[in-house]
């Protein structure tokens, strides 16, 4: 039988974690399995997820006590809760008997949590409070070491709640650091500096890698290719031209943070004709009135700019939403879309941003199922594994690093992606 040499080479013996980001002056690559293998992943739940500090809820899904939503840190269930002394107690979502998890709903309000197996029964704070027949277990059984499984450490900035099931590490301050004066910006676009998230949660699976969809929110350079028909629509409705459209999207910056934070930041401003903050400020003059009475102008205009920010490893916060990534398995994830509201402005902004949320990030929008259709696409084309490395070196000939240690690009480089993937080659170290 007669063999034809293809010139494809199978992929070679895996490398070492470290080795899957390939970094010189001039090029960054990434091998194939760093979004393939089951190991990796693995490897990543424990190095990133467990380790590291994790977003896990905002202040405003559990405004009073006994309410609570369920998350996960990294593939370990939790239950973020709101206990009678105010505190927010993060919890493993595991039944301290047979391991069962003891609260299935996405969020609600309960005084207790049952587990449903056999009603062991704990408070907020994850106390053991009741041992359904408990004649059959000594009297002097210590039940005061039985409660849920608490997050080693809690915190929390501008209402957003992290949590690390790390007992040592560096502090949430330290890890927020390079974004925080990102992340106040975004929030100081309310004049209040607060937002307000509004059940429930849109949530869209994928049958891809979680970093499919980390490496997305902040990419600049695929809008005019993955989003072209919206494009198009936005033309054929006679609300922007295709050109316009375009011109808007290669202004700003593409930046990479330290600590694996990055942001993709369009141009702001206070021109109604080009800001959405300006068009607010005109459309409803008590909203000028409430940032004025906040913030001097030279602020209100830095504010004013759009901005994609992730914080690594878990949250994206958008115009309209916070974005959280579920790693499932290395080719399933769950993403969740919390839309909020800004506090203290009109309510017909709000409703106006819930609106050109639906139309574009929604279930039935023009952006969100583009993009959750290039990562299953991502995803297929990574089982050719005979091409070992991906390239993910857009700009680094042109990327500048200011006195902060940010590293800058044109809106369409990679250099958030490239910050992504430093402090995942750190962490995995």
């Not at 500096?193 to 600049?220: C, F, L, M, R």
Request: charged share 25%.
């Amino acid at each position: 039988m007669e063999i034809r040499k293809t010139g494809l080479k199978l992929a070679k013996s895996k490398p070492k974690f470290v080795d899957l980001v390939r970094e010189t002056e001039d090029t960054f690559d990434l091998h194939t399995e760093i979004k393939a293998a089951p190991e990796v992943f693995d490897a990543e739940m424990l190095k990133i997820f467990e380790e590291g500090w994790v977003f896990v809820a905002h202040e405003s899904q559990v405004p009073a006590p006994g309410d609570y939503k369920t998350s996960t840190i990294g593939t370990q269930p939790i239950v973020v809760s709101r206990n009678e002394d105010g505190e927010i107690y993060v919890l493993l979502n595991r039944c301290r008997h047979r391991g069962t998890v003891v609260c299935r709903a996405d969020t609600g309000h309960s005084n207790f949590f049952r587990c449903p197996y056999h009603g062991w029964t704990y408070a907020n704070d994850g106390s053991l409070v009741g041992m359904a027949m408990a004649e059959g277990w000594p009297k002097d059984f210590d039940r005061s070491e039985l409660g849920l499984k608490k997050a080693a450490r809690v915190a929390r900035y501008r209402g957003l709640i992290f949590a690390s099931l790390a007992e040592e590490g560096p502090t949430l301050e330290e890890h927020l650091a390079p974004a925080k004066k990102y992340i106040d910006a975004w929030f100081d676009r309310s004049p209040l500096g607060s937002i307000s998230v509004i059940p429930t949660a849109h949530k869209y699976p994928y049958p891809g890698n979680w970093k499919w969809q980390a490496e997305n929110g902040y990419d600049g350079y695929h809008g005019n290719f993955v989003h072209e028909s919206w494009q198009r629509v936005l033309e054929l409705a006679g609300e922007a031209p295709v050109s316009d459209i375009r011109k808007f999207r290669r202004g700003g910056r593409a930046v990479g943070l330290k600590n694996g934070h990055g942001l993709l930041e369009r141009p702001g401003g206070l021109n109604p004709a080009a800001s959405w903050a300006g068009r607010m400020m005109v459309t409803h003059p008590e909203y000028a009135v409430a940032l004025r009475e906040n913030f001097d102008e030279e602020y209100i205009d830095y504010v004013s700019s759009r901005r994609n920010i992730f914080i690594f490893p878990n949250l994206y916060l958008f115009d309209t939403h916070l974005r959280v990534i579920n790693p499932v398995t290395v080719d399933s994830t769950e993403v969740y879309l919390y839309v909020y509201g800004l506090d203290g402005v009109p309510e017909e902004m709000n409703e106006g941003r819930f609106r050109a949320h639906e139309r574009f990030y929604g279930p039935t929008g023009f952006g969100a199922p583009d993009d959750v259709e290039i990562f299953v696409s991502n995803q297929t084309g990574g089982n050719a594994r005979g091409v070992e490395w991906s390239i993910y070196s857009r700009g680094m000939h042109r990327e500048t690093v200011n006195e902060e240690g940010e590293f800058e690009g044109h809106s369409t480089d990679e250099a958030p992606v490239r910050a992504f993937y430093r402090e995942w080659k750190r962490c995995m170290a």
